[in-house]
Each structure stands twice: as C-alpha cells, then as structure tokens.
C-alpha cells in the first residue's frame, strides 16, 4: 500500500473536447489495475454559467481549463505509464513532459481540496480567570464567557471605568490565565 500524503495533483493536456473522455478512460484504467492506491483521483474543473437565449435563461457547465485534466496521483513508472498512455492525452504540463506537482496553494485555488482549517490551542474554560497581557487592554483582569477555537478568540467579561461590565473578543494569544501571571 502507497503512502497516500505522497500523492500529489499533477496536471495532463488532453486533446480539446476530450477531457471528459480522458477521465472516464484513466478512472475505467485505474479500476481494472488495481490502482485505486496510487491513482486516487481524476478531476475537469467546471462552472456552472448562466446564459440568456430567446429571453429565457439557461445553465450549463463549462470547463475552466479546456484542454486539461488533474490528476491526484503518486507518480509511479506504472502510473506514468497509464496517464501518459492514455487515448487523447498529449502529455503532462512540466519541462519536457515531467510531471511537475500542482503547489497546495494552487490546488485550493482551484477548489480541488480545502484549506487545512488552524484550530487554536487553548486550555482556557469558561468561567476562568484571565489577565489581558498584551493589546489595548494589557492589564485588564476578565472571566471567559466563551471561545471560538476555529478564529483563535475568546469573549472576555473585562470590569472597567469601575464596576462596569464589558465583553469583548480577544485573541487567545493575548490572555493568560490569572494564576500563571505571579
């Protein structure tokens, strides 16, 4: 079995009109080898695209990239070998037909795979004590109200202009709890 965070997405120029094609032969070719492990995926990026014919509105798909299939592939001499091989594909786009990896960037550009989300690390409850350490608010004791892990922030109840009652959002890296302050 294949290390699968070695797969990468890599890029083929097909003959234009024959993108779907090339899917469906490279899908149908990596199902009767058994490489399901080594090629995972085969992708023609579309959009849905409004259009208006006789005063009545249509959709329909239309490719981003016409002439282009991606592939999700770990790229083998087997692999190579069936893409490469395959009816309607001219090669892969890199110098001289090397197959050159997609950067992650550009395949969550492409919406091929999301974004890794950031969870922040807190150890910080609700009901605890906290002290502002840095920010406009440095020194400013509070209590947790609550935490978004996913944004990296916490609604603080801060006391100011005396007993008054404030919440605000604070980011977690500007809060410590009360006890670790001495």
Sequence with gaps: MA????A????IHTYSGHEKKVKATIEKAVQNRNMEDIILAVS??????????????????????PGYCLVKMIVTDESW??????????????????PIPLTQQEVINMGLEEAPKKVYRTDFEVGEKVVVKS?????????????QKEKGMAKIKIYMFGDRETLMDIEVSQIEKEEDRY
């Design 44 to 65: 023609v990026p579309e959009e849905e695209v409004i259009e208006e014919k006789n005063g009545k509105r249509y959709t329909r798909s239309r490719k981003i990239f």
């Design 3 to 6: 290390d699968l965070e070695q």
């Design 135 to 147: 920010g406009v608010f440095e020194g400013f004791t509070g209590e947790v109200q609550g935490i």
């Design 81 to 98: 070998y069936v893409v490469r091989n395959t009816k309607g594909v001219t090669g892969f786009v890199g110098p001289n037909s090397k």
């Design 8 to 11: 990468k997405w890599y890029v």
